[in-house]
């Protein structure tokens, strides 16, 4: 699904491309890709895509050798990551907002299962199974899901680890049966899009609280590239609407077309993102 990546530049120049990378997830790869589709087609930049590893992104952006990234879970999830680069980089904001937790089908009656305190009832345990449907064992996810089961008291269940992929097909089997499931979860994800999903409650606060999905460029870009800057501050996203473009790629499986679906049919949001963008230079004067 990845579109137009190009390896990094080493040294930057005014007339060169802008540089900006991503990571290997799917709402990474849909959020970079439609900014590259803007900044070409509406800023009349050139933009060179780079598919790095996180911890290159973080250290390419603070000696200059990318022009930025979209993809900074913070505060918490990269947490270690700012804490090194955050002097030698500038943050252009959050583009959404994202979260980790537990998921239970919205059929789940909520008067019996709101939060992850309700789990421990004997009959609740009974009706998921004594299952918690978990992901890849080494996940960040899973040891948090390990640790909220014991400051829970949850004895009467067992994190179950497979995949991303097991964990969606045994929602998806669970739900045409309407029999209860509670999985491992994060948004944005495209079944968010496809199934009515709640999260649980989480009074003690195990799983960690609500994300905020940055941009961060090198110190400069502003200065260097004015227009873009700008587009990128305003770059914002509602979550629903990134869900759903996750979800068309997904059951298309053409991510380009799905952004092209969206953008098609949401030229307010072109506006929106770039109308005063288009008021600066493309580059400093």
């Not at 739900?175 to 999903?197: E, R």
């Not at 092209?260 to 506006?271: A, C, F, G, V």
């Amino acid at each position: 699904m990845s579109l137009g990546v190009q390896a990094a530049e080493s040294e930057f120049r005014e007339d060169q491309a802008l540089r900006l990378s991503f990571i290997s997830e799917p709402d990474s790869e849909i959020v970079t890709n439609m900014a590259k589709k803007i900044l070409e087609q509406q800023l009349d930049y050139k933009v060179k895509l780079s598919l790095l590893a996180l911890g290159v992104q973080y250290q390419s952006i603070s000696t200059k050798k990318l022009d930025a990234m979209l993809m900074a879970w913070l505060p918490n999830t990269q947490a270690a990551y700012w804490d090194k680069y955050k002097n030698s980089v500038d943050d252009l904001g959050i583009i959404y907002g994202g979260k980790l937790g537990w998921v239970v089908p919205d059929y789940v009656p909520v008067n019996e299962v709101r939060t992850i305190a309700d789990l421990e009832n004997p009959e609740v345990a009974k009706k998921f199974i004594g299952t918690i449907q978990g992901i890849d064992p080494g996940a960040g996810l899973m040891r948090k899901s390990e640790e909220t089961i014991k400051n829970y008291n949850l004895v009467d269940y067992k994190l179950s680890a497979s995949s991303a992929t097991a964990m969606t097909i045994a929602m998806d089997r669970a739900i045409l049966k309407k029999d209860w499931i509670v999985a491992t979860a994060w948004t944005p994800h495209w079944m968010f899009g496809k199934w009515n999903l709640r999260y649980l409650e989480d009074p003690k606060g195990s799983l960690g609280g609500a994300e905020g999905v940055h941009t961060l460029s090198r110190k400069g870009f502003g200065e260097d590239f004015p227009r873009a800057a700008n587009f990128l501050q305003n770059y914002k996203i509602p979550l629903a609407d990134l869900q759903g473009i996750m979800a068309e790629a997904h059951e298309t499986s053409n991510s380009d077309g799905a952004i092209n679906h969206y953008l098609d049919s949401h030229p307010e949001k072109i506006t929106e993102w770039t109308e005063s963008a288009k008021k600066l230079p493309l580059y400093k004067n």
